[in-house]
Every structure is written in C-alpha cells, then in structure tokens.
C-alpha cells in the first residue's frame, strides 16, 4: 500500500514515527500522525488546517496524557514512593556501579507500531483516495481517514474544537484527482 | 465519595488506581533492572542458560526476550 502513497504522506508517517519516539511513546497513533502533517506544514493539508486554527503547540497540548511514555518518569516515581521505594535512591546506586543513565539505558527499546486505529485509519485513507478519484494517497486522503477512523486523532481535532465537517470539506477540494 | 474518602482509600491501599499505577511502576523498574543485569551479565561472559537460572525462568524465555538486542 506504501508505494501508492504520495512522498509527502510517506513522509507524514515517518515523521509521525519520530514525533512518538521522541515524546517517549512505543504506540503511535493518529494523534501523531496529525502532529506530524501539522509540524511538516504539510502543503496538502497545512492551510486546511491553519484555517482550522490547529497548530503544533495546541495539537501537543491536547495529546498530553493520551500516551504513557515508556520509560521510568515522573509518574513511576511517586507510585513508588507509595510502596516506599526510592526511585532516586535506586537510580543513584545503580549509576554509581554502571554509570550515568544507566537505569533507563535498561529501559527496553521496544519497536514502535501504529495503533489499531492508526492502522485503520490507512486503510480509510486508501478509501478516501478511492473514493475522491486520487490516483495516489495523498496527505489530504491521510488526514481524512484520521477524521474517519475516530481514534487519537480525531478526539484531539475535536477537543480543539474544529469544525469538521468544513475541514472535511476544505481537504475534499483541495486536489483535483 | 468525599475527601476524607479518597485519603482513606490512597492510605490504606486499597484505591485501585493507585495501588494498580504502582504495580505498573514496580514492573518498569523490575523490567529496567533485569535488562540491565542481563547485558552485565553477558558482558561478562555468562551463558544464556546461568542467567536463565538466576533469573528462575527457561533459558529459551530469556533468549527469546533479550537475543537480539544484546
């Protein structure tokens, strides 16, 4: 399916990749997919979406405790204080036999997926691109089928307070196939 | 539930939210050290089957799960 996708969706994926690695997170999401096309001002779907008043910032903002960062952070700490651990303590013996870092060196560099709905919401894409006579999935085709699958994504734009159905309508006519 | 509840609840340990939160925790930190003791160990030398035995699990579970990022 990757081979029909224009360079900049191809992009958008990659990049919405790098956007959940460097926020810590393993499951990457429509959400990221969304920060991603609006961090790349993405041109098929970035005056869509200004005109929407969707930016990075409020985006990030509005994804902040959807995804649970996969190493030992803030929140790990006070709920092992609760058992009377110190993960200060812990942190400071183990670097003081194995060097800076080394607790989280230890924390598992799992693979990245996409998420169910991440998944899906390529599949609507196909669709959406199908269905409006594009011949290759376009970034708009991406956008609209995070608007369809309703996961991460969707619920962001949505807490953002956008108008979807006019963003739906702007991406429907922004490329003539 | 009021107040006094939730502090009750979080105190004794019985609030599930907490208690479950600091389970999760736990396991990040267990899972944490285990990786880094695994990597010591093989450094040093240790066959996949003397880790697997400190550790109490098969040695095709601890190989599975750390070949091939060490």
Redesign the interface.
């Known amino acids: 399916m990757f081979e029909r996708f224009t360079k900049q969706a191809r992009l958008a994926v990659t990049e919405a990749y790098a956007a959940a690695g460097e926020l810590g997170h393993r499951q990457v999401g429509t959400d990221h997919v969304l920060l991603a096309l609006v961090r790349e001002a993405d041109p098929a779907t970035g005056g869509a979406l200004a005109a929407a008043g969707v930016d990075a910032d409020r985006v990030r903002a509005a994804m902040a405790g959807r995804h649970r960062p996969d190493r030992l952070g803030a929140e790990d700490e006070e709920a092992l204080r609760s058992l009377g651990i110190d993960l200060a303590a812990v942190r400071e013996r183990v670097e003081a036999a194995f060097g800076p870092g080394a607790l989280d060196k230890g924390t598992r560099k799992a693979r990245q997926h996409f998420t169910k709905d991440a998944k899906k919401s390529l599949e609507l894409a196909l669709r959406e691109a199908v269905r409006l006579k594009h011949r290759s999935i376009g970034a708009e085709d991406l956008l609209l089928g995070i608007i369809r699958a309703e996961g991460d994504g969707y619920e962001v734009l949505r807490d953002l307070d956008v108008d979807l159905a006019a963003l739906r309508r702007a991406l429907e006519s922004g490329r003539a196939a | 539930m009021t107040e006094m509840d939730d502090l009750a609840a979080?105190a004794s340990?019985t609030d599930p939210e907490?208690g479950l939160?600091?389970a999760?925790?736990?396991r990040?930190?267990a899972?944490?050290?285990?990786?880094?003791q695994v990597?010591?160990a093989r450094r040093q030398g240790w066959s996949w089957q003397a880790i697997a035995a400190a550790l109490e699990v098969s040695r095709q579970a601890v190989h599975k799960k750390y070949a091939r990022?060490l």
């Open positions: 979080a340990g907490t939160r600091a999760l925790a736990l990040r930190l899972d944490s050290l285990e990786r880094l990597t010591n990022e």
